[in-house]
């Protein structure tokens, strides 16, 4: 399924809604003021993000969070930084030395905040197309970028990329939330946004 101008504007709203929501979450948790602010959304298969993403991100190891989801519509969501924005987002939101060997209290940092960041956006996607998501609990990884998208996932599978901006005082952390729909599921969540929300194709 192609996705139209207007649905992926459609989807951008969704996913900003989303984020809006987890910002809130996060700010009330530490005392510093985090902005979320997604300025690309793309829909890909899993051959073209990997590509698009290799571009920005080399390499490198990646920290990610990874959620499995269920129901209406079946999937994966996964929020990724490169390590060293992973590491300063820990310092800032723990207080502790970002030099220091933090590896326990990383990696429940930033599942926690994976958790916040990716139920709020799949939970504005099932609340306003009205379709009920359950979830798993959150796995923290490090890894390639290749491991953690192209051996998991068909290279026809369709991507929803949304590129997050992370502000947090004057701190800019950049990473990426990366929704994967299994084939056959994507073309339901554009049905089903199509439906709720009177796009016309």
Same mark, same amino acid.
């Given at each position: 399924m192609n996705v139209t101008a207007e649905e992926l504007d459609a989807l951008q709203e969704l996913i900003n809604i989303g984020?809006?929501?987890a910002a809130s979450l996060l700010n009330e948790m530490v005392d510093s003021h985090i902005r979320?602010?997604?300025?690309?959304v793309k829909v890909l298969t899993a051959a073209d993000a990997y590509k698009?993403?290799?571009?920005?991100?080399?390499?490198?190891?990646?920290?990610?969070?990874?959620?499995?989801f269920t129901g209406s519509f079946h999937g994966t969501a996964s929020l990724i930084f490169p390590?060293?924005?992973a590491s300063t987002l820990v310092a800032v939101l723990t207080g502790e030395?970002? &030099? #220091?060997?933090?590896?326990?209290? @990383? !990696?429940?940092?930033?599942?926690?905040?994976?958790?916040?960041?990716?139920?709020?956006v799949m939970g504005s996607l099932s609340n306003v197309l009205k379709r009920h998501v359950n979830y798993?609990?959150?796995?923290?990884?490090?890894?390639?970028?290749?491991?953690?998208?192209? &051996? #998991?996932?068909?290279?026809?599978? @369709? !991507?929803?990329?949304a590129q997050a901006s992370f502000t947090i005082e004057r701190l800019e952390i950049i990473g990426d939330i990366i929704l994967i729909f299994l084939v056959g599921t994507f073309d339901a969540l554009i049905a089903a946004m199509n439906d709720e929300m009177g796009i016309i194709k």
């Open positions: 984020v809006g929501r979320l602010k997604i300025p690309v698009e993403l290799t571009t920005r991100f080399h390499d490198q190891t990646l920290a990610s969070v990874k959620l499995r390590t060293d924005s030395d970002p &030099s #220091a060997d933090l590896d326990a209290v @990383k !990696i429940g940092t930033l599942s926690e905040i994976g958790n916040i960041v990716i139920n709020g798993t609990l959150p796995v923290y990884l490090e890894d390639t970028l290749e491991n953690l998208l192209l &051996s #998991a996932y068909e290279s026809d599978s @369709k !991507i929803l990329l």
